[in-house]
Nanobody, 124 residues
């Protein structure tokens, strides 16, 4: 059974860091790009970052460039999102998703499997 499970969310103060994990099972992990998306209350879902199947290509939204880093460990079937210098506008539910292809996109089209999400709250 295909499954994506996010973890690592929580409450952090402005300027702090969190590392999100996305653990996958039920499919051949190394063939697919993985993306991170987020959705804040009252806002549309936003593509945050993506890593290609090979791990050689990464994409970031302009709003997180220089602060977030995506990586993947194919031996562990896990993708990570290291988030630094967090600020309140980063508050959202963060989702990981599997793309139907090995190449990246920050658009939601082409992502065919989604995790349940993990809440990130940045507040003092």
């Amino acid at each position: 059974q295909l499954q994506l499970v996010e973890s690592g969310g929580g409450l952090v103060q402005p300027g702090g860091s969190l590392r999100l994990s996305c653990a996958a099972s039920g499919f051949t992990w190394r063939y697919f790009a993985i993306g991170w998306f987020r959705q804040a209350p009252g806002k549309e879902r936003e593509g945050v970052s993506c890593i290609s199947a090979s791990g050689e290509t990464t994409y970031y939204a302009d709003s997180v460039k220089g602060r977030f880093t995506i990586s993947r460990d194919n031996a562990k079937n896990t993708v990570y999102l290291q988030m630094n210098s967090l600020n309140p506008v980063d508050t959202a539910i963060y989702y990981c998703a599997r793309r139907a292809y090995g190449t990246c996109s920050l658009g939601a089209i082409g992502y065919t499997a989604w995790g349940q999400g993990t809440q990130v709250t940045v507040s003092s």
